[in-house]
């Protein structure tokens, strides 16, 4: 069975310092790789996308970009983090369903910069 | 520009009652799924619903998408406390891997 792993939790990071958030899926190869940000009982903010090894797509310009340097490794990067990036991380890997694409979600990791 | 909107934002009612939750667009989606989300963790499909005017039940939980693929409701019947939580639709367009999310519905069941 698949599974997707993402880390950390919870982490409480300055303004200004870089970040390093990582996902992993587990029992499926070539996956569709997602990054999506939520706000506080919200919906869902898509970042960034992945269809393979180093294809990544932005969909919202902004402080952070992603990176897939493994097939089913997932990260998410800032160089330089802003008290706007507090929020709380979902990486998602998906499969086809006939013509139906389903989301499956990490545990999320809940960022708040300070 | 497609959007999603989804009533009531918030939802707090007694164990036993019924309820429901709408997911209203302008735009025709293709397909629509609906998620439950806990607090501290990441949503959970719940169903994916396809063909206008289908209807789907999950126990007591019944979902229908209309008849124009334009929007979506899901009915709890008898609802209990372990149906609290974040309850989001997502809607899928033809020919691209973004899925466009509502803002959720935030219910509490009391016991």
């Known amino acids: 069975s698949q599974t997707i792993h993402q880390w950390p939790a919870t982490l409480v990071q300055p303004v200004g310092s870089p970040l390093s958030l990582e996902c992993t899926v587990e029992?499926?190869?070539?996956?569709?790789l997602y990054w999506y940000r939520q706000a506080a009982g919200r919906g869902l903010q898509l970042l960034f996308y992945?269809?393979?090894?180093?294809?990544i797509s932005s969909e919202v310009p902004q402080n952070l970009s992603a990176s897939r340097p493994q097939d089913r490794q997932f990260i998410l990067s800032s160089k330089k983090l802003l008290l706007s990036d507090s929020g709380f991380y979902l990486c998602?890997?998906?499969?086809?369903?006939?013509?139906?694409?389903?989301?499956?979600f990490g545990s999320g990791t809940q960022l708040s910069v300070l | 520009t497609q959007l999603l909107e989804q009533s009531p934002q918030f939802l707090s009612i007694q164990e036993g009652e019924n309820l429901t939750v709408y997911c209203n667009s302008s735009?025709?989606?293709?397909?629509l799924q609906w998620y439950r989300q806990e607090p501290g963790e990441g949503p959970v499909l719940l169903v994916t619903?396809?063909?206008g005017g289908e209807v789907k039940k999950l126990k007591r939980l019944t979902f229908q998408f209309g008849d124009a693929r334009k929007d979506s409701s899901l009915h709890i019947t008898a609802a209990q406390p372990g149906d609290t939580g974040l309850y989001l639709c997502?809607?899928?367009?033809?020919?691209?891997?973004?899925?466009?999310w509502g803002a959720g519905t935030k219910l509490i069941i009391k016991p």
């Open positions: 998602a890997w998906s499969e086809w369903d006939r013509l139906n694409e389903k989301l499956f």
């Open positions: 992945s269809v393979g090894i180093g294809q």
């Open positions: 029992g499926t190869s070539n996956p569709n």
């Open positions: 735009s025709v989606f293709s397909s």
């Open positions: 619903v396809v063909t």
């Open positions: 997502a809607g899928a367009g033809s020919g691209n891997y973004q899925l466009i």
